[in-house]
């Protein structure tokens, strides 16, 4: 791992909350680099949980239940899969004190997982930072086909049933666009924060199953109960 300058500020789950809070977050420049850098994009990133699009086709896997969907878990395992070359993306921006520091984070309840498994195996999975009414998409990844885009609808459904106001992706990638994800102006992006932070939101991975049954069949649209 290449060493980190002199009098780097080591990253901690404090600096993170207030970081986010900031509307700034970290990157590393590849996964062996010790040191992270802080990002302020001029646009960014969400989005809109009332305006979210689900695919018809994803929407039936969904309901098959293809997968069994679960919640903070395997947050540390999710982050490190994310953090695995591929050949789509043969290298990342999280390394290991991002690793260290955000599980710290996740264990304050700061920080969450949402995980597509099958059988005892980890095949896809999300997490981002929750503060107040806002949520941060980290990153997530897959090793079955649709198996992160899962993980994103339940992710939605828990966000909505849990009064989240805004969910930050930090960019905005073809894949999420599928999704409704849109840019908006920084300015605009920090007064919609400022808000977001003013309202007090336990983060739903424990629910009901017939609360959540009903919020996740409102992102898909449709009426529990009802024919296929």
């Avoid at 070359?85 to 599980?103: H, M």
């Amino acid at each position: 791992m290449k060493g980190a300058p002199p009098g780097y500020t080591r990253l901690t789950a404090e600096l993170l909350v207030r970081a986010y809070s900031a509307g700034i977050f970290p990157m590393a420049d590849a996964a062996d680099a010790a040191a992270i850098f802080w990002v302020d994009p001029p646009v960014r990133g969400i989005l809109p949980l009332d305006t979210f699009h689900v695919p018809k086709r994803l929407a039936k896997t969904v309901r098959r239940q293809v997968f069994e969907v679960r919640c903070d878990t395997a947050f540390e395992r999710v982050m490190r899969c994310c953090a695995k070359a591929t050949p789509q993306r043969p290298d990342t921006w999280i390394n290991g004190e991002i690793i260290r520091a955000y599980t710290e984070l996740h264990d304050l309840g700061c920080a969450h997982s949402v995980e597509s498994w099958r059988g005892n195996r980890l095949v896809g999975g999300i997490y981002g930072v929750s503060l107040g009414g806002a949520f941060f998409g980290e990153s997530m990844f897959h090793l079955e086909s649709d198996a992160s885009k899962v993980v994103l609808v339940h992710l939605v459904a828990r966000l909505k049933l849990g009064g989240y106001r805004l969910f930050d992706t930090q960019f905005v990638t073809e894949h999420l666009r599928r999704f409704g994800a849109i840019e908006i102006p920084s300015r605009v992006y920090l007064q919609q924060l400022a808000d977001a932070l003013l309202d007090t939101v336990d983060f739903p991975a424990a629910t009901a199953p017939n609360e959540f049954d009903e919020a996740l069949a409102g992102v898909l649209g449709y009426t529990p109960g009802a024919g296929s």
